[in-house]
């Protein structure tokens, strides 16, 4: 059973940057598709980013310029770079880790197996 967790979350203001990074418990192929999810209260869980099994990175549309997402194959790990924050990023950010996968990814949660247990993004104005 592989393990995820995540770090890195925090409070900032509206303009700050936080890097989130996922850690999973065991080897993680660069093939596997991995991705990062959010849950703002009241609202259902969308896809933030994802890098699928050849390398390719999707973004969702509210994300693109500001946010990169990146793994480290050596470390097992998972990273969210996050720019630019807007009050509208807060939320609880979950990193997930599926199978082999290609294409676009953000709206298919049902493709990835393994769930971290999150960690609370708040940005303030």
């Known amino acids: 059973q592989v393990q995820l967790v995540e770090s890195g979350g925090g409070s900032v203001q509206a303009g700050g940057s936080l890097r989130l990074s996922c850690a999973a418990s065991e080897d993680t192929s660069s093939s596997y598709c991995q991705a990062w999810f959010r849950q703002a209260p009241g609202k259902e869980r969308e896809g933030v980013a994802a890098v699928v099994s050849d390398g390719s990175t999707n973004y969702a549309d509210s994300v693109k310029g500001r946010f990169t997402i990146s793994r480290d194959t050596f470390k097992n790990t998972l990273y969210l770079q996050m720019n630019s924050l807007k009050p509208e990023d807060t939320g609880m950010y979950y990193c997930?880790?599926?199978?082999?996968?290609?294409?676009?990814?953000?709206?298919?949660?049902?493709?990835?197996?393994?769930w971290g247990q999150g960690t609370q993004v708040t940005v303030s104005s």
């Open positions: 997930a880790r599926g199978q082999f996968c290609s294409g676009y990814v953000l709206d298919l949660p049902s493709l990835f197996n393994y």
